[in-house]
């Protein structure tokens, strides 16, 4: 089974493209994945899961998406964006 790495955020422009020896830039985290985790219900069930989440250090809440409208009364979403790197 392959090694999976988890990361919360975007690096900064300058960790995404140090440069080589010969000081040309070359992207370094072309192997990742963008996986993004939906939360949808009512507004308090989503923030309760959101925090929840926090507790168990899954994520912190402040990660997450502000809530967006969906197209059902009385409920909303909010997106959590992560990055993989994966050796497969």
Known sequence: MPKTFLYASTP???EATPS???GSKG???DQRD???ILVIGRP???NRVILEMSHVGFSDS???SKPIPTDRQQESMRVLTR???SDS
């Open 12 to 14: 900064s422009e300058d």
């Open 27 to 29: 992207p370094v985290f």
């Open 83 to 85: 990055y993989v790197f």
């Open 62 to 64: 402040i990660e997450w």
């Open 44 to 46: 308090t069930a989503v």
């Open 34 to 36: 963008k996986v993004r």
């Open 20 to 22: 080589t020896g010969d």
